[in-house]
C-alpha cells in the first residue's frame, strides 16, 4: 500500500471515530435508538408468541381433522371422499418477523371428492377494523422505523458540518470530498450495526429460549437480515446524497423525509393498484361462477363435458384393457372407472381456473417486483415475505402440495372401490383399515435457492438501488459547496 | 394588527413555490384516491348485481318447474336445497366510496343450509394489496393529511427565528402571542380550505349518491372529523413550535409525533387487542362444527343420490332421511349456534375494547369514523348481520316445515316465500358514535393549544437563541 | 430622558452577562458602546428591546419600564440587527408596509416609498423582492424603517459590520440625520473611527461593566484608540 492509499484509509478510520462520537454523545439519538430497539423486540417477541399460538392451534386442527377421517365409521369409499378430510397449513418457523400475506390467505383446504377448494379461514376475516393498521412486525419496524433513524441520524451530516463551518476545515485537510462520504457512511452504518446486530443476537436468543417450533434455517435467517443489510445501506447513501445537495439542514431534513414517504408510505399502495390494473383478478364470485360453468359444460372454447369424460373413460378401460368389453366387467369396476374418469374431467377444470387464477396473482407479484425498481422499499418487503416464507409464492406452493394430496387420496379410494367392491357394488363399504391407508399430509417449505429462484428480480432492484445511491452520494459528495 | 399579519403571511405563502408543490401533490393524491374509491364501489355493486340476476334465473327455473309439475322441484327439501336460495347484500351507503377496507363479507346466500355454509365463503382478492392496505380517501386523510399539514406548518415560528425576521417582528409593539396568532390564523384558514374544497371534492368524485336520505349527515360528520384532525395537527405543529428551537428539530419531534400516534400506537393496539381478547379461532370453530356435523354430513353424503342404485326402493328410504336430515340440521344448529354466538361475541368485545383505546390516537379515531361514516363498520355490519340472521331462520322454517310435513311446495306459495328488506341503521346511532369519538380529537386539540399558549407566554420565548 | 438604564444586570445562571448598568441618553444624544465580544453591548441592547428580562435594576424608555411595559416601550424604538433580515418573497415596499403597519402605524404607498428613498434605495429597487438585496440595501429598508415608524429612539447592534466603506459611511451620514432630528441612538459597535465620527458619546465595556465613558468632542481619534486599547488590556 503507498503512502496516499495509507493516508485515505487513516483518514476514513479518523472519520468513521468521529462520526461515531457525535452520534453516540447526542442525547436525542440515544433516546431514538433506545425506542426502536426496544420496539423491534417487543414486536418479535410478540410475533414470535402469535406465531407458536397459530403454529400450535394449526397442528391440533390437524391431528383433530385427521381423526375425524379415521373415524369416520364404515362407507363406501367414494363416499368417503365426500366426507373429505381438511388439512392445514404448517406456520412458517420465521413467519415471526414478517407476517407477510399470511393473515390475507386462507390456512385450510377441504380435501374431497369432484372438488378442489380454495384456502379458507384467513386469520383476517376475523379481525376488527383497527387491524387494518397493521400490528407492530419486525418488518414493519425494519422498514420504516430503521430508515427513519437513519435519516435522523444523517441529514445533517453534510450540511451541518457547513452551517457549522467544519466542512470547510475537513476539505482544507486535502482528502477529497468523496472519500470523506465514505467515511460517513462507514460512521453510520457502524452505529447501526452496534445497535441492530446486538438486538438481533438478543432477539434470537430469546425466541430460542422460549423455545423454537420448526427447523431452524440459518440460510433463511442470514439471506433475511443481508436483504435489510443492503436496504439500510440505501437509505444511509440516499439521505448522505440529500444532504450534500441541500442548502440547508432542514431542507436536507424535509427532502429525505419526503423520500421516506413516497417510498415507504405511499409506493407500496399505490403498486398494489398498479398491479391490480395491469393483472386484473376475478372476484370470488366470478369465479366461483366460472368453475360451474365448466363443470357442467366443459372448458370454455374445448370438448363439451360427455365428450371429455366420455374419452377418459376410453383411456382407463384401455388401461385395463377392457376397452370394448364393457358388458364382461364388473358393475362396480365400471363404476369406479367412470367416477375416476368423471374425477379426471374435475380435475382438468379445477387445474384450468384455479391454474389460471394463482397464474395471474403470480404474474402480480412478478409485476411488483419489477416495480421494485421504483422503491427500495417494495424490493425489500417482496424479499422479506419470500425469506420468512409467507409470500404467495409458497402459499402456492402450499395449495399444490394440497392439491396432489387430495388426488392421490381421491384416487386411492376410489380404486379400492373398483377393485373391491366387486358384486357388492355402492353397497361396498371399507372400513377404518382403509382411511388409515391414506398417508398423512405433511408440508416442508422449499428452500433458499427456490426462493432466489423467484426473487431475483427483487435481488436486482435492490443491487441497482444500492449502486445508485451509492454513485450518487459520491457524485452529489463530489461536486458540493464547501461554503 | 391579526389582519395584517394574516395578509403579510397570505403573500408569502402565496410566493413559496414548495407550499404549491405540497398541495398539488396532495391534491392529486385525493384524487386518485377517490377514483380507486369510484372502481371498487362499481365491482361492488357489479357483483351484487350479477349474483342477484343469478338468483333471479335460478328463481325463474324454479318457477317454471313447478309450474311444470317437477317432482323434484315441488319437493320441499331439495327445493331448499338445490333450487332456490336468496342473495342478500348490505346496501353501499353513500360515502361508501371513502373507504375501501375491511368488510367484504357482506354478500350472503341464504339457503336451507346451516349457518356456517352461509358465512364462510372463500375469498378472493389480491392478497398482497390487502396486506398493504388500500388505497382510499381513508389512507389518504389518516396517514398523509398529517404530513401535509406537518410539510406546511413545521417552521412556523422557527422559520421566521432562522430567517432573523422574529428580531425585527419582535422590536415592534406586537407580542409573541399575537404575531404567532395571526401566523397560526393564516395557515389554518389555509389547510382547513384546501383540506375542505379536497374533502368535499372526493366523494362527489367517487361518485357516491349524495342526494340518498342520510347522506347529508354522513357528509356532515365526515367533514367534521376531517377538520377535527387537520386541526389537531395543526395544533400540535403550532404547540411544537411554541417550545422548540430549530426548524429541522420541530420537523424531527413532529415526525416522532406522527410515528408514534400512526403507526405505533394504533400497532400496539391492535397487538394489545389481541392479547387481552384473543382473537377467536375459525379453525377451532371450524373442527367443533365439524364434529357436530359428522352425522349430518354422513346422511347428506348418502343423499348425493346420483349413486344411489335402486331408485324405486328409494322413496321411503328418502323421506325417512330427509327427516333425520333436518332432525340432524336442527341438532347441528343448536350445538354451533353457541359458538357461533360466543365467537361473534367476542369479536364484539374486541370491537368495545377498540372503542375504548382509540382515544389514545387521534389516527385511530379518525379511521374507525370514517370506515364507520362509508358504512363499512362493525356497528353497521351486525346491524345488518342481525336481520340476516332473523331472515335465515324465517327462510329456512318455510322449507324446513313443509318438508317435516312432507307437504310439497306449489306455484301458489311463490308470493309467500320471505323476502329480505334491509332497514338501514338510524342514524342518530351513528352520530352519537362519530360525535364521541371526535370529542377525542377536540380534547388533546385545546391541551395543545394551551401548551402552546404556555410555551409562547414562557419569558424566554422571545429570547432569539 | 429616552433611554436610561439603572442598575442594570443580567445574570446567565453564574454568568454575569451584565452587572449594574447606568445609562441615559437624551433626545439627539449618539451613544456608542465599545468592547470586545462578550462584554455585554448586545445583552444591553437586548433588554432594552425587551428580548431578555433583566436579573436586576431596570430598563425604561420615555419613562417606560420595557420589563413591565414591553409592548408599549416597543413603539418608540426602532432595532437595527448586524444583518437586517426581512421577508425574501416580498418586496423591500412590501415589508416596509408590514413593519409599519405591526408598529401601528398606517403610513400610505407613496410616503413608504418617500421612507425608502430617503434611506436611499433607488426607487425601482424598492418593487424588487427582497432575496436580491444586497446587506447594504436591506440595512436601508431597515433605516427606513426607523423612520416610517417615527421612532425617537435607535437601538443599533453593530450595524456597518460587513458593509463595504461607501455603504458604512451612507449609514453614517443617514445617522446623522436621524441625530439631527433628535433621535436619541444607542449603538453597539467594534468600529472607533465611526463611534468618533457619528456618536456624541462613547462608553467602553469590558466583562458586563462600563468602565469609562469619554465626550467624543473632548478626544481626537488616536485618544479614543489608545484609551480602548488601555482598557482592554488591563
Not at chain 1, 154 to 172: D, H, I, N
Request: charged letters at 20%; hydrophobic letters at 45%.
Amino acid at each position: 500500500m503507498n503512502d496516499s492509499a495509507n493516508n485515505k484509509v487513516s483518514a476514513i478510520a479518523a472519520i468513521i471515530h468521529k462520526e461515531w462520537r457525535e452520534v453516540v454523545r447526542d442525547g436525542r439519538f440515544r433516546f431514538a435508538s433506545v425506542a426502536t430497539v426496544l420496539l423491534l423486540l417487543l414486536a418479535m417477541t410478540f410475533g414470535w408468541q402469535q406465531a407458536e399460538r397459530i403454529h400450535h392451534e394449526r397442528e391440533a386442527a390437524g391431528d383433530v381433522a385427521r381423526k375425524h377421517w379415521d373415524h369416520q365409521g364404515e362407507k363406501n369409499p367414494h363416499m368417503a371422499t365426500h366426507y373429505g378430510m381438511y388439512v392445514f397449513k404448517p406456520t412458517g418457523s420465521l413467519s415471526y418477523l414478517d407476517p407477510g400475506v399470511e393473515p390475507y390467505l386462507g390456512v385450510s383446504v377441504k380435501i374431497e371428492g369432484h372438488r378442489q377448494n380454495l384456502p379458507t379461514h384467513a386469520a383476517a376475516s376475523d379481525s376488527t377494523a383497527i387491524h387494518q393498521f397493521g400490528g407492530l412486525t419486525v418488518a414493519t419496524g425494519l422498514q420504516w422505523l430503521v430508515p427513519l433513524l437513519i435519516i435522523g441520524l444523517a441529514f445533517g451530516s453534510w450540511t451541518s458540518e457547513r452551517e457549522r463551518g467544519t466542512l470547510r476545515q475537513l476539505a482544507s485537510s486535502g482528502l477529497a470530498l468523496p472519500v470523506l462520504a465514505v467515511g460517513k457512511t462507514g460512521g453510520l452504518l457502524a452505529v447501526l450495526a452496534a445497535l441492530l446486530i446486538p438486538t438481533a443476537a438478543l432477539g434470537g436468543g430469546v425466541v430460542s429460549a422460549l423455545g423454537h417450533f420448526g427447523a431452524v434455517d440459518v440460510g433463511r435467517i442470514v439471506a433475511f437480515m443481508a436483504a435489510y443489510g443492503v436496504y439500510f445501506l440505501v437509505f444511509v447513501a440516499v439521505t448522505l446524497a440529500i444532504s450534500a445537495t441541500a442548502s440547508a439542514s432542514r431542507v436536507a431534513l424535509v427532502l429525505a423525509l419526503g423520500f421516506w414517504v413516497t417510498t415507504a408510505v405511499v409506493a407500496p399502495r399505490v403498486l398494489a393498484d398498479v398491479v391490480g390494473a395491469i393483472k386484473p383478478l376475478p372476484t370470488a364470485y366470478e369465479l366461483a361462477h366460472a368453475v360451474a360453468e365448466s363443470l357442467d359444460k366443459g372448458l370454455p372454447g374445448q370438448t363439451p363435458k360427455e365428450e371429455r369424460v366420455e374419452e377418459f373413460s376410453k383411456e382407463l378401460l384401455e388401461q385395463h384393457g377392457f376397452l370394448g368389453a364393457e358388458m364382461m366387467m364388473p358393475e362396480a369396476l365400471l363404476q369406479g372407472l367412470e367416477l375416476q374418469a368423471e374425477a379426471r374431467f374435475e380435475n382438468e377444470v379445477f387445474d384450468y381456473h384455479f391454474g389460471a387464477l394463482n397464474a395471474d396473482i403470480g404474474a402480480q407479484e412478478v409485476w411488483a417486483q419489477w416495480l421494485s425498481f421504483f422503491s427500495p422499499t417494495l424490493a425489500v418487503r417482496s424479499l422479506s415475505m419470500a425469506f420468512a416464507g409467507t409470500d404467495h409464492a409458497h402459499h402456492r406452493d402450499f395449495f399444490a402440495h394440497a392439491e396432489q394430496y387430495r388426488r392421490e387420496l381421491v384416487q386411492l379410494m376410489d380404486n379400492d372401490f373398483a377393485t373391491n367392491a366387486g358384486a357388492d357394488g355402492w353397497d361396498y363399504v371399507a372400513g377404518p383399515e382403509l382411511w388409515a391407508k391414506a398417508p398423512r399430509f405433511e408440508y416442508e417449505p422449499p428452500g433458499l435457492f427456490w426462493v432466489l429462484g423467484h426473487q431475483w428480480k427483487s435481488v436486482l432492484a435492490l443491487m441497482c438501488w444500492l449502486v445508485g445511491a451509492g454513485v450518487t452520494s459520491w457524485v452529489f459528495a463530489r461536486r458540493m459547496r464547501v461554503i | 394588527m391579526l389582519q395584517t399579519v394574516i395578509r403579510v403571511e397570505w403573500r408569502n405563502l402565496r410566493r413559496e413555490t414548495s407550499a404549491w408543490i405540497t398541495v398539488s401533490v396532495f391534491a392529486a393524491l385525493v384524487v386518485w384516491a377517490a377514483l380507486n374509491g369510484r372502481t371498487h364501489t362499481d365491482v361492488m355493486t357489479q357483483s351484487v348485481q350479477e349474483a342477484h340476476s343469478e338468483q333471479q334465473q335460478q328463481m325463474q327455473q324454479w318457477v317454471s318447474a313447478l309450474a311444470a309439475g317437477d317432482e323434484n322441484a315441488q319437493d320441499a327439501y331439495k327445493a331448499g336445497k338445490d333450487h332456490v336460495h336468496q342473495v342478500v347484500a348490505l346496501p353501499l351507503s353513500p360515502l361508501a366510496s371513502i373507504s375501501m377496507g375491511g368488510l367484504s363479507d357482506t354478500v350472503l346466500r341464504v339457503s336451507l343450509a346451516s349457518r356456517l355454509e352461509s358465512t364462510g365463503e372463500a375469498h378472493v382478492g389480491s392478497p398482497v394489496r390487502q396486506a398493504t392496505g388500500p388505497f382510499d380517501v381513508t389512507f389518504v386523510f389518516v396517514y398523509l393529511l398529517p404530513l401535509v399539514v406537518i410539510g406546511l406548518s413545521y417552521d412556523l415560528l422557527s422559520g421566521e427565528r432562522e430567517r432573523g425576521t422574529l428580531a425585527l417582528i419582535l422590536s415592534q409593539p406586537v407580542s409573541l402571542v399575537t404575531f404567532t396568532l395571526g401566523k397560526a390564523i393564516q395557515r389554518a384558514l389555509v389547510l382547513l380550505g384546501v383540506v375542505f374544497t379536497l374533502a368535499t371534492v372526493a366523494p362527489w368524485l367517487a361518485g357516491g349518491d349524495l342526494s340518498e336520505p342520510g347522506a347529508p349527515a354522513r357528509l356532515g360528520l365526515y367533514l367534521l372529523l376531517v377538520a377535527a384532525y387537520t386541526t389537531f395537527w395543526f395544533a400540535a405543529a403550532v404547540a411544537v413550535n411554541a417550545w422548540g428551537s430549530t426548524s429541522a428539530g420541530n420537523a424531527l419531534a413532529l415526525m416522532a409525533c406522527w410515528l408514534v400516534l400512526i403507526v405505533i400506537l394504533p400497532g400496539f393496539v391492535s397487538v394489545g387487542v389481541d392479547v387481552v381478547v384473543p382473537q377467536p379461532s375459525r379453525i377451532e370453530l371450524l373442527n367443533l362444527a365439524r364434529e357436530a356435523a359428522a352425522e349430518a354430513e354422513q346422511e347428506a353424503s348418502q343423499m348425493e343420490g346420483d349413486h344411489a342404485p335402486d331408485r324405486e326402493t328409494l322413496k321411503d328410504r328418502y323421506r325417512a332421511t330427509v327427516k333425520r336430515s333436518l332432525e340432524v340440521q336442527q341438532e347441528l344448529e343448536s350445538t354451533v349456534k353457541p359458538v357461533l354466538e360466543q365467537f361473534q361475541a367476542q369479536l364484539s368485545e374486541q370491537q368495545a375494547l377498540v372503542d375504548k383505546l382509540r382515544f389514545v390516537s387521534p389516527a385511530i379515531i379518525l379511521y374507525e369514523g370514517l370506515t364507520d361514516v362509508a358504512g363499512v363498520g362493525v356497528d353497521r355490519r351486525s346491524w345488518y348481520l342481525s336481520q340476516v340472521d332473523r331472515f335465515h331462520d324465517q327462510w329456512r322454517s318455510f322449507f324446513s316445515e313443509k318438508a317435516a310435513n312432507d307437504q310439497s311446495v306449489t306455484a301458489a306459495d311463490i308470493a309467500a316465500l320471505p323476502r329480505f328488506h334491509y332497514a338501514e341503521e338510524p342514524t342518530g346511532k351513528l352520530t352519537l358514535r362519530v360525535m364521541l369519538g371526535s370529542l377525542g380529537l377536540v380534547f388533546p386539540t385545546a391541551v395543545l393549544l394551551l401548551l402552546a399558549w404556555r410555551g409562547l407566554r414562557r419569558p424566554d420565548a422571545v429570547s432569539l437563541r | 430622558m429616552v433611554l436610561e438604564a439603572k442598575g442594570l444586570a443580567k445574570h446567565y445562571g453564574d454568568f454575569v452577562a451584565l452587572k449594574g448598568l447606568d445609562l441615559r441618553i437624551a433626545s439627539g444624544d449618539v451613544f456608542c458602546l465599545l468592547g470586545a465580544n462578550g462584554a455585554g453591548k448586545t445583552t444591553t441592547i437586548q433588554l432594552f428591546l425587551g428580548f431578555i428580562q433583566p436579573t436586576r435594576g431596570s430598563a425604561t424608555i420615555m419613562g417606560k419600564d420595557v420589563a413591565k411595559e414591553g409592548t408599549e416601550t416597543r413603539r418608540y424604538v426602532a432595532y437595527i440587527p448586524e444583518n437586517v433580515m426581512l421577508y425574501p418573497n416580498l418586496t423591500g415596499i412590501e415589508n416596509l408596509e408590514f413593519f409599519t403597519t405591526l408598529a401601528g402605524k398606517n403610513v400610505a404607498d407613496a410616503d413608504l416609498l418617500g421612507f425608502l428613498e430617503s434611506a436611499g434605495l433607488a426607487r425601482e429597487a424598492a418593487f424588487r423582492r427582497v432575496g436580491t438585496y444586497s446587506k447594504g440595501m436591506r440595512q436601508k429598508v431597515g433605516i427606513a424603517m426607523a423612520m416610517a415608524k417615527g421612532a425617537v429612539a435607535l437601538l443599533l447592534d453593530e450595524p456597518t459590520s460587513g458593509l463595504d466603506p461607501k455603504a458604512s459611511n451612507e449609514f453614517s451620514r443617514l445617522l446623522l440625520t436621524l441625530r439631527d432630528q433628535g433621535v436619541a441612538v444607542l449603538m453597539a459597535t467594534h468600529d472607533i473611527f465611526r463611534s468618533k465620527e457619528v456618536g456624541t458619546r462613547v462608553g467602553i465595556m469590558k466583562h458586563g461593566e462600563l468602565v469609562a465613558t469619554l465626550d467624543t468632542g473632548e478626544w481626537s481619534h488616536a485618544d479614543l484608540e489608545n484609551i480602548y486599547l488601555q482598557h482592554m488590556h488591563d
